[in-house]
């Protein structure tokens, strides 16, 4: 056997022990076309060799894992955004909303968009039906888009969707052939908005998939608390994306994609057929109302990225 | 407006700072079926929120990265493992490898498996042609099993793979009818091993895909130094999965998978046409050899996890 085949280790450059690969690896971005894309790889880099490194992953975890990305790649399509949803069950979707969503104590709080959102929804009448056929408890929703100094913001458009009395959207009904339980409103001259609609309850986030057997081995539920998803757009204030929650649901406090904030906790309260209603009318059925002002903050020209 | 829906801030279990998100997130685990995936669902958090902190994450950025996870998700198949090329090109195989492959420092090392073994490799004979029709310059290539200590292992299993002269594994041919460039081997009573096939040459990793996006944006090359795969096992010894690579390539120094470590280098020694090669035969042209060692080290017992 020739000796000059075995050279002697930890010498060459070649020679990768855990902390210089670590380093090669953070060092082969240096030729990034985008400074910001290396800045990205690099602390990924070095976040992900760390956990790695801390859990001493076995080759078996290691197949599992790419077993687990290849099964979530393998469910995601069009209508299904396997990805998304296990952002949001990890806490990634709500920590990136809110380090881009810093504003002024006094504007309404943002939350996850969610999967649920459809572009083109149907224009709906201040006071006018948004259910538009989606079933449950009628339920009377109202209130003011606003500035943080309290101006009122009129014109501002008014996203709403919102599951169903049976915990659907609208989309997850196969053959549907119209909107339900969504629409938007454009706010009167005093920042006003109301409709009518049904009452939101508690529904599971999809557990067929991959993200369902995370949160089976997790022992976590998949229960969303009740909420109504608004997004508000107005020239001149930032875009708002929230929900606003039912505060007497008992998901509030393990909500399965941490999208609760206690300023987004509201109150619907509860009332008996031949009860006058907030518009006058007088409803021949038990329904609920809820009153809720959405509070913008005043647009921020952001640096472009270098 | 009515103030009580607008309860005082920060008081709540409900409300999730950033620190508080990922504590929140974190204790989501505790009620885990298994110890271990806990373990690993904790620190795989912390050091995901971690990244996107330190980076504050955009919206478009988190988009991007969404999309960059659904297009790998959907080129990959039972033919291309685009998880297993994004794990390579990130060091993570690697720093898995070697978390794993602790041994004796008169172990031969170590290196990746990478995405061309295949099962079920046809038996050569010792001195045999494992080309079986890969086109390159021939080359005889021997070399003995032994323990740390020397012992010769014979019987040992020596499965061998590797590119042709233009770079590609059998496998990447569409309708080839037989495998070639592959096969196994069994040590003779001095754990000897010896076959022809062809010098490897250095190639292109897959690049058609996210993975070569991701080069390309890095601006990093895809090649890896010419090499040949072999995985060793013998009853008492631990399983080893390595490569041998051409001590004269020029990309040593920058694998685009980090799988090079400075004693798998070999030196591939080439011969004229009519020169007597190592098995007695005088090939009617240009050869090479390589002469290498395998050394194995002795079976440990790992503790079951908890």
């Known amino acids: 056997m020739v000796n000059s085949i075995h050279p002697a280790r930890g010498t060459s450059a070649a020679d990768l022990a855990d902390a210089a690969l670590t380093q090669?690896?953070?060092?082969?971005?240096?030729?990034?076309?985008?400074?910001?894309?290396?800045?990205?790889?690099?602390?990924?880099?070095?976040?992900?060799?760390?956990?790695?490194?801390?859990?001493?992953?076995?080759?078996?975890?290691?197949?599992?894992?790419?077993?687990?990305?290849?099964?979530t790649g393998h469910i995601t399509n069009d209508?299904?955004?396997?990805?998304?949803?296990?952002?949001?069950?990890?806490?990634?979707?709500?920590?990136?909303?809110?380090?881009?969503?810093?504003?002024?104590?006094?504007?309404?709080?943002?939350?996850?968009?969610?999967?649920?959102?459809?572009?083109?929804?149907?224009?709906?009448?201040?006071?006018?039906?948004?259910?538009?056929?989606?079933?449950?408890?009628?339920?009377?929703?109202?209130?003011?888009?606003?500035?943080?100094?309290?101006?009122?913001v009129p014109g501002a458009r008014v996203e709403v969707w919102q599951s169903d009395d049976d915990g659907f959207y609208d989309v997850q009904y196969d053959g549907l052939d119209h909107m339900q339980g969504r629409g938007h409103l454009f706010t009167d001259d005093d920042g006003g908005?109301?409709?009518?609609?049904?009452?939101?309850?508690?529904?599971?986030?999809?557990?067929?998939?991959?993200?369902?057997?995370?949160?089976?081995?997790?022992?976590?539920?998949?229960?969303?608390?009740?909420?109504?998803?608004?997004?508000?757009?107005?020239?001149?204030?930032?875009?708002?994306i929230t929900h606003v929650f039912d505060g007497t649901d008992e998901h509030l406090?393990?909500?399965?994609v941490f999208g609760v904030r206690s300023s987004l906790i509201a109150t619907f309260d509860h009332h008996e057929a031949g009860t006058e209603a907030p518009d006058g009318s007088t409803p021949d059925s038990g329904f609920s109302t809820l009153e809720f002002d959405l509070v913008l903050a005043p647009k921020v020209d952001t640096p472009a990225q270098s």
């Open 24 to 71: 090669a690896v953070i060092d082969s971005f240096d030729g990034s076309r985008s400074a910001r894309f290396a800045e990205i790889m690099r602390s990924l880099v070095r976040h992900l060799h760390a956990f790695i490194s801390e859990v001493e992953l076995t080759e078996d975890e290691w197949f599992a894992g790419i077993d687990f990305l290849t099964r």
């Open 193 to 240: 908005w109301r409709f009518w609609s049904v009452l939101p309850v508690a529904y599971p986030i999809p557990t067929d998939g991959p993200v369902g057997d995370l949160l089976a081995a997790a022992g976590r539920g998949p229960m969303r608390p009740a909420h109504v998803h608004f997004m508000v757009t107005a020239d001149g204030y930032e875009r708002l």
């Open 79 to 152: 209508q299904r955004q396997e990805w998304v949803l296990l952002s949001d069950v990890l806490g990634v979707s709500m920590l990136v909303i809110g380090l881009n969503n810093r504003k002024p104590p006094e504007a309404t709080e943002s939350t996850v968009f969610g999967p649920f959102f459809v572009e083109g929804s149907p224009h709906v009448e201040l006071g006018g039906d948004l259910a538009r056929g989606a079933v449950g408890r009628p339920c009377y929703m109202s209130g003011r888009v606003v500035g943080v100094d309290g101006t009122p």
């Open 253 to 256: 406090h393990n909500d399965a």
